[in-house]
């Protein structure tokens, strides 16, 4: 396979649970493409990894197994302290000591008495580091595979019931349906409300997300983000991931951008 210039593709980079929408890349698909023109396939599962820990959920990511390296943030949904990030390599061959390893005799020594593949220091580009997998060790421990289960199972019951509040409610309007905890979606305000959707309507639309959001801010009640996507103009990403929010909070966020939206 070869492109302008002779360069050659060697990997494909696939999203299980992008930033902005939440939308999740199929992998399966991706992995067959990647098998038949020997491609290494890399998952960034960043922020959408949370799902393998749902049995109800985990579908989204169908074909993981395949990848040749997967990065996965336990500081994202499951919130471990910040940072605490996985990157997973399927590779037994030594490929990250091949590519980061000084070799520096006085610090990783080969001839120990026990097994030195466990030694990761040579494995990382820096020589010193903090022990991140260490908090999520802890915390694993501490609450137990079935506790996270319920903690994403959770937010993602909370996203599609922020979801349908938006499609009853007069002003809002969803972007799409969340395929994870990632909830899009515009607030009309009433002035907007009768006018048709033409570009005026929509560079309108545009200012109501910086102006909404800065009225929150100063008055100190919500930190919910917002930003354009492609050819969308600003919407709201209202993210689930906390396992104390409920209901009633999800109602209060929307309450709350009426309240601070009606005279725009
Ligand atoms: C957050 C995120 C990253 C990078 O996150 P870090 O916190 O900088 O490690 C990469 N990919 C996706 C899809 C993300 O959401």
Redesign the pocket.
């Known amino acids: 396979m070869k492109i302008n210039g002779g360069a050659e593709p060697f990997m494909v980079n696939a999203?299980a649970?992008?930033?902005v929408l939440g939308a999740f890349d199929p992998i399966e698909e991706i992995a067959d493409i990647c098998e038949k023109y020997n491609l290494w396939l890399h998952v960034?599962a960043?922020?959408g990894g949370a799902a393998l820990l749902s049995k109800k959920h985990r579908h989204l990511l169908k074909g993981i197994h395949r990848a040749n390296s997967v990065a996965w943030?336990p500081?994202?949904m499951l919130m471990a302290c910040l940072?605490c990030?996985a990157f997973m390599v399927r590779d037994k061959t030594g490929l990250l000591q091949r590519c980061h390893s000084a070799r520096a005799s006085y610090l990783f020594q080969q001839d120990k008495f026990y097994d030195v593949s466990y030694d990761t220091g040579d494995k990382s580009i820096q020589c010193s580091r903090k022990p991140d997998a260490f908090k999520f060790w802890l915390m694993w421990k501490a609450l137990g595979t079935s506790e996270l289960e319920r903690r994403v199972d959770r937010a993602f019951a909370m996203a599609r019931y922020l979801a349908q509040e938006i499609k009853k409610r007069e002003g809002f309007r969803l972007l799409m349906e969340p395929e994870y905890a990632n909830v899009c979606f515009w607030y009309i305000p009433p002035s907007l409300r009768n006018m048709p959707e033409s570009p005026e309507f929509w560079q309108k639309l545009h200012t109501v997300g910086p102006a909404v959001k800065e009225r929150m801010m100063k008055k100190g009640s919500m930190m919910v983000s917002y930003q354009p996507h492609g050819d969308k103009v600003n919407f709201f990403r209202m993210i689930i991931i906390s396992p104390q929010a409920s209901r009633e909070d999800m109602d209060f966020v929307l309450d709350e951008i009426d309240r601070l939206g009606q005279d725009l």
Do not use: E, L, M, P
């Open positions: 999203t649970g992008t930033t960034d960043c922020w943030n500081h994202k940072q990030c």
